[in-house]
């Protein structure tokens, strides 16, 4: 596998329901990011961490909970979602938390029901 | 807080011919960078070309240049020879300050349609 993966690929789930995202990254990085895209929208930084600490929360609901147990994992942890939580969650690393060039993966397609 | 604005919902271009995607930005920031994105239907986004404020000179990678006008706070991005794989997602970035915290702001996106 080579740069940033994520899993799965596509996601239905009930409102009370518990998912979990998954993404990896196989760039040596030290930032990783959770996105949410929805349509007509720009992309939503949701979460930020550098070297493994939370550096922003971008004031998502508690519904949606991060956990970084490494440089190279990122997982978004969801429970108890709404309908318009439904959206592309993009996953992205970088070098460091500054100006370097974020690399995306391909994204978590969640349908919420 | 920085704001990153689009004005193109959606552009069409014949192929090989040269179009230009339009992109302006607010920033306080006097170090910033700007970015490029494109995202192809159903596929990943890739990084197309990056500008860091303080050089004045115009970043290019092949056939995608950009016209970096830093008063003005104009940001866009010209494609020559336009090819179908070029049918994508375009946004517009701008990694600054966002209040307490510096991130990436993008803008809503210009859909690039080239037709054959």
Same mark, same amino acid.
């Given at each position: 596998?080579?740069?940033?993966? $994520?899993?799965? @690929?596509?996601?239905?789930?009930?409102?009370?329901?518990?998912?979990?995202?998954? =993404?990896?990254?196989?760039?040596?990085?030290? !930032?990783?990011?959770?996105?949410?895209?929805?349509?007509?929208?720009?992309?939503?930084?949701?979460?930020?961490?550098?070297?493994?600490?939370?550096?922003?929360?971008?004031?998502?609901?508690?519904?949606?909970? +991060?956990? =970084? +147990?490494?440089?190279?994992?990122?997982?978004?942890?969801?429970?108890?979602?709404? +309908?318009?939580?439904? !959206?592309?969650?993009? =996953?992205?690393?970088? $070098?460091?938390?500054?100006?370097?060039?974020?690399?995306?993966? +391909?994204?978590? @397609?969640?349908?919420?029901? | 807080?920085?704001?990153? #604005?689009?004005?193109?919902?959606? *552009?069409?271009?014949?192929?090989?011919?040269?179009?230009? %995607?339009? &992109? #302006?930005?607010?920033?306080?920031?006097?170090?910033?960078?700007?970015?490029?994105?494109? /995202?192809?239907?159903?596929? /990943? *986004?890739?990084?197309?070309?990056?500008?860091?404020?303080?050089?004045? /000179?115009?970043?290019?990678?092949?056939?995608?240049?950009?016209?970096? /006008?830093?008063?003005?706070?104009?940001?866009?991005?010209?494609?020559?020879?336009?090819?179908?794989?070029?049918?994508? *997602?375009?946004? &517009?970035?701008?990694?600054?300050?966002?209040?307490?915290?510096?991130?990436? #702001?993008?803008?809503?996106? #210009?859909? %690039?349609?080239?037709?054959?």
């Amino acid at each position: 596998e080579t740069g940033v993966t $994520q899993t799965p @690929r596509h996601l239905v789930m009930g409102m009370t329901n518990k998912k979990s995202l998954k =993404c990896e990254q196989h760039l040596g990085h030290n !930032a990783m990011y959770w996105y949410k895209q929805s349509a007509k929208k720009p992309l939503e930084l949701m979460f930020v961490y550098n070297f493994k600490e939370q550096t922003e929360n971008n004031s998502v609901p508690s519904r949606f909970s +991060p956990e =970084c +147990p490494n440089s190279s994992h990122l997982f978004l942890h969801l429970h108890t979602l709404q +309908p318009e939580d439904s !959206a592309l969650y993009l =996953c992205a690393s970088s $070098q460091s938390g500054g100006g370097d060039t974020q690399y995306f993966g +391909p994204g978590t @397609r969640l349908t919420v029901l | 807080a920085q704001t990153v #604005t689009q004005s193109q919902p959606e *552009m069409s271009v014949q192929e090989a011919e040269t179009v230009t %995607l339009s &992109c #302006t930005y607010d920033t306080s920031e006097s170090n910033y960078y700007l970015f490029w994105y494109k /995202q192809p239907p159903s596929r /990943q *986004m890739i990084l197309v070309i990056r500008q860091e404020a303080y050089k004045q /000179q115009n970043a290019t990678e092949n056939r995608f240049s950009v016209n970096f /006008q830093k008063a003005a706070k104009s940001f866009s991005l010209k494609i020559s020879d336009s090819q179908l794989g070029d049918t994508a *997602m375009y946004f &517009c970035a701008s990694w600054g300050s966002g209040g307490s915290n510096y991130k990436l #702001t993008f803008g809503k996106g #210009t859909l %690039l349609t080239v037709n054959p």
